[in-house]
């Protein structure tokens, strides 16, 4: 009976060291891979060319905390799909020798280590890499690296406190009594103070996600070459370079002339946007009869399948609370991997599902730096500061970790939420739950609708060249007589 017990005892053990071993390797890989994003953004003279070697080294700190946090938030983000994934992978190996590290118990480590790490960045590393920047030390003291540590340990502190204070004042003032209300704020009210930062992010996702759903439609076609229809490219890119030529030798007169004063930038300005637009078309000109004419309405047929199936689902699950109790998003205490796929229609099904969880997280990130409250932390190569650096990848960490949540909620995925994701108290509320999904539904349904009849309409007016004329022509005030007199000139 011993000789069993050891043996029980060794295998825990084994099975423990194997999944921290996996943890780290995989966090090491997603902590390399957000370094080289953050880098590749990053200002280099904040790093490098400056001239005290001690900002230098807090600036050096300060983006290992970013990279530390931007590395939790993509795994956040590869939290659903990789279950998903593992379940459908266990269904299809069940007794395969090679998957015996892919269970359950590693599957529900991974979420509370994302769920901690996740709340330890937001609350205490961002923060303090950001006082760490700000920091000088105290007066009087001696400069160095280690007097901003204790000076951002200092001022953490006191906001920590002062926050502790008054989420006690509010709980003493609801339950007048003083002494009480401190035990419950631990037993309690932190538990609330989460899920009130979990409900925060899924609302964000509320907002940004419908908003970057139409909006995925402009980036990719930005990114990709449009067909020609009923456009001469040759005619527009002669025009580009002839313009180009023109700005050209302005600018160099204006360089160059002691007796003109001549103002460069608009001048400079204006020759990269017309260069651009050269270039643009030189792409168009190059580009291949299947990459101009079927890469680009494929790409459009995938993002409009993509969105509609979202809008579908999310409907179907709105009927499904209404009828079942059980699609309320819930906890999963014990996830038993490997015993029924979470989509009815097989491995198929689960395969959508990782592709929409994705799609809508793609999504939402384009629709937050988007909107006009947000787009001044949109990054640029090799042009981004340290707070926006940080403020970035707080930003990120909110709406990736509120991710699990907000696609459980949709009805996306059947797989419950593992850990401490499935404690948040507002889940077991259906009236937000139901609320929540009738928003998204209605708010993604009249954003596409907006978003493809203003850009049918665009296309027509840039096809026929109506978009050149002197005037500024509203697209309510052209007539369709005139848009098919247009047509009909340039296609004789």
């Known amino acids: 009976m011993e000789v069993d017990d050891v043996s029980v005892r060794e295998q825990l053990f084994h099975n423990k060291v194997r999944e921290t071993f996996i943890c780290v390797l995989l966090f090491t890989c997603l902590y390399i891979l957000s370094y080289l994003i953050l880098t590749h953004f990053k200002k280099s003279a904040d790093y490098i060319t400056t001239d005290d070697i001690e900002d230098a080294t807090v600036n050096k700190i300060a983006l290992w905390l970013c990279t530390f946090t931007l590395s939790v938030a993509v795994c956040a983000v590869l939290l659903l799909p990789i279950s998903i994934l593992s379940n459908e992978v266990l269904l299809t190996f069940p007794h395969s020798y090679y998957m015996q590290w892919l269970n359950g118990s590693l599957i529900h480590g991974l979420w509370n280590l994302v769920f901690l790490l996740s709340n330890l960045s937001l609350i205490f590393l961002m923060p303090f890499a950001y006082f760490f920047t700000e920091s000088e030390g105290f007066v009087g003291c001696k400069k160095g690296v280690m007097a901003r540590v204790y000076e951002t340990a200092v001022v953490l502190l006191l906001l920590t406190l002062l926050v502790l204070g008054m989420v006690w004042v509010f709980a003493a003032l609801l339950n007048n009594t003083a002494r009480e209300s401190l035990y419950d704020m631990w037993e309690c009210y932190l538990p609330y103070l989460y899920s009130a930062i979990s409900l925060f992010g899924v609302l964000l996702l509320l907002l940004c996600t419908p908003f970057g759903l139409s909006r995925m439609f402009s ?3 930005s990114l990709l070459v449009k067909p020609r229809l ?3 490219v040759e005619v527009e890119m002669n025009c580009a370079a002839f313009e180009e ?13 002691c007796r003109i004063t001549v103002n460069v930038e608009p001048l400079r300005m204006q020759f990269l946007r017309v260069q651009a637009k050269r270039i643009a078309l030189e792409m168009r000109r190059r580009a291949s009869p299947w990459q101009r004419n079927l890469f680009y309405p494929l790409a459009m047929l995938l993002l409009l399948v993509l969105t509609v199936v979202c809008v579908l689902m999310v409907c179907f699950h709105v009927l499904e609370l209404l009828l079942d109790e059980t699609a309320m998003p819930r906890g999963m205490e014990d ?3 490997g015993t029924a796929s979470f989509s009815m229609f097989g491995s198929l099904g689960a395969a959508v599902q990782v592709v929409l969880i994705l799609y809508l997280m793609v999504s ?6 988007s909107s006009p409250l947000f787009t001044s932390l949109l990054p640029r190569t090799q042009d981004t500061n340290l707070t926006q650096i940080i403020g970035n ?3 990120l960490l909110v709406l990736s970790s509120a991710l699990p949540v907000f696609s459980r909620t949709l009805g996306i995925t059947r797989f419950d939420l593992l850990g401490d994701f499935g404690r948040y108290n507002w889940l077991g509320n259906f009236h937000i739950v139901f609320l929540y999904n009738i928003l998204f539904a209605g708010l993604t349904s009249a954003c596409l609708i907006n978003t493809l ?3 049918v309409q665009r296309e027509l007016i840039r096809a026929f060249g109506l978009h050149k004329l002197p005037l500024t022509v509203s697209r309510t005030t052209i007539p369709l007589k005139l848009l098919l007199a247009n047509g009909l000139s340039k296609i004789q």
């Open 219 to 221: 980036v990719t076609g």
């Open 230 to 232: 009923l456009e001469n």
């Open 245 to 257: 030529a023109s700005l050209s030798r302005k600018l160099n007169r204006g360089s160059t002339s």
């Open 335 to 337: 996830p038993r991997l």
């Open 364 to 369: 939402s990130v384009v629709g937050f730096y």
């Open 393 to 395: 990848c707080v930003s």
């Open 453 to 455: 009849t203003w850009t």
